[in-house]
Antibody
């Protein structure tokens, strides 16, 4: 069974960069069928898709965050990472790493999720 | 962006009850809709895609219906493990957007 595990600091200061890593187990990140990505959920709010990456390094991001986000991949370690710069309190959220699939009759959805990690932006 | 609106935001029910959750899209998304279940402390789980197709391993008491802008998720006979938060997601177009969630609580 595929396992996704987020890791990284739980506290980030305002204006600094949030950095998280997702380790993929029981599947290869180079599997050609999948993209990998990040979704977040601020306290008391809904889910927000952040961005996705393919093992080749091809990325696409939510336009609302695009200017501040970088998602990267490390195929040797079977990991992918999120960097969100210039954070504010509004970036406080649970961050989930996900596997993205696109099926012909189903569109683009997220079939496996990590348990999520809370990142708080505070001085 | 396509806006997704769920109702109600929370609902209380008892084991054995039938519950229906609604999701509305701000524009026609045909059947490009998925539902997820999120139990506290666990990873969210894909339940349904293409509005009505159960993901492998999902119990048959879950069902999805709808097309266009209006969709429903129904649990026919609630089990203790079904008390969770449910989210819809439009799978049609970038950027992918979710409803705000419906929390299903034990009465």
């Amino acid at each position: 069974q595929l396992l996704l595990q987020e890791s990284g600091p739980g506290l980030v200061k305002p204006s600094e960069t949030l950095s998280l890593t997702c380790t993929v187990s029981d599947d290869s990140i180079t599997n050609s069928s999948f993209y990998w990505g990040w979704i977040r959920q601020p306290p008391g709010k809904g889910l927000e898709w952040i961005g996705n990456i393919y093992h080749s390094g091809s990325t696409y991001y939510n336009p609302s965050l695009k200017s501040r986000v970088i998602v990267s991949v490390d195929t040797a370690r079977n990991q992918f990472s999120l960097r969100l710069r210039s954070v504010t309190a509004a970036d406080t959220a649970i961050y989930y790493c996900v596997r993205r699939v696109s099926w012909a009759a189903a569109g683009t959805l997220f079939d496996f999720w990590g348990q999520g990690t809370l990142v708080t932006v505070s001085s | 962006d396509i806006q997704m609106t769920q109702s109600p935001s929370s609902v209380s029910a008892s084991v054995g009850d039938r519950v229906t959750i609604t999701c509305r899209a701000s524009q026609d998304i045909s059947s490009w809709l998925a539902w997820y279940q999120h139990q506290p402390g666990k990873a969210p789980k894909l339940l349904i895609y293409s509005a009505s197709t159960l993901q492998s391993g999902v119990p048959s008491r879950f069902s999805g219906r709808g097309s266009g802008t209006d969709f429903t998720l129904t649990i026919s006979s609630l089990q203790p493990e079904d008390f969770a938060t449910y989210y819809c997601q439009q799978t049609k177009s970038f950027p992918y957007t979710f409803g705000q969630g419906t929390k299903l609580e034990i009465k």
